[in-house]
């Protein structure tokens, strides 16, 4: 499905399920959420990397205004909706401050299996007992797992857009697994250096050899 969608770019991802805060102060953007308010719209959120607008977002809507300053200012919680892909970037939308964009919502196939959804619950649980987070999640079964666990992985800006643009939960659970597979024997490895260094300069004692 192709739509218009107003733009608010951050330096961030956030992905369809995920609830988000934000403190809204510049005039496009207080015209924007001011319409969302009004007019129940959505909006989306592109990631903005290197000095560009991803090729991916997240259409958001507006769940609830917390506070409404005097000078127009505003706290709100929003919530993802769906991924979609940019198609045309619109820099001058006719008597709005906010940018644009013609998107085309991306589909959501939520199946996964259960062989790699095993071995992502390992690795995450993994991740977190080396990183010593207290991060624990009672069950990986659930819909569209990938996307409620992806902030949680230590997965890099561009690819956390990757992710977002991955249509299917079994791709995106692979793709998780292959990044954890890859990042969990460095932490290994940084965590083994720091036992030697820790243990050089102490008197040690060591058992007798039989040469």
Do not use: W
């Not at 953007?29 to 000095?51: H, V």
């Not at 965590?191 to 050899?209: E, M, S, V």
């Amino acid at each position: 499905m192709t739509k218009f969608l107003p733009l608010f770019p951050l330096q961030l991802v956030v992905f369809p399920g995920e609830k988000l805060k934000l403190h809204i102060f510049e005039p496009r953007y207080k015209q924007l959420i001011g319409e969302c308010r009004d007019e129940s719209i959505t909006f989306g959120i592109p990631a903005y990397i290197d000095g560009r607008v991803a090729e991916y977002g997240t259409e958001m809507r507006l769940i609830n205004i917390f506070q409404t300053y005097d000078d127009g200012r505003l706290d709100i919680l929003t919530e993802g909706v769906a991924a979609f892909h940019l198609d045309e970037f619109i820099r001058d939308v006719p008597e709005k401050l906010y940018h644009g964009a013609r998107v085309t919502v991306l589909g959501n196939d939520s199946i996964a299996y259960e062989i790699t959804t095993e071995e992502l619950a390992k690795q995450y649980s993994k991740l977190h007992e080396l990183m010593k987070t207290d991060y624990t999640r009672e069950t990986f079964s659930t819909k569209n797992v990938s996307f409620q666990i992806a902030q949680e992985v230590g997965l890099k800006l561009s690819q956390k857009v990757e992710l977002l643009s991955l249509e299917k939960e079994a791709d995106r659970q692979l793709m998780l697994v292959n990044h954890l597979h890859t990042i969990i024997p460095m932490l290994e490895g940084v965590q083994d250096t720091r036992r030697r260094i820790r243990g050089n300069g102490h008197f040690k004692t060591f058992p007798p050899l039989d040469v």
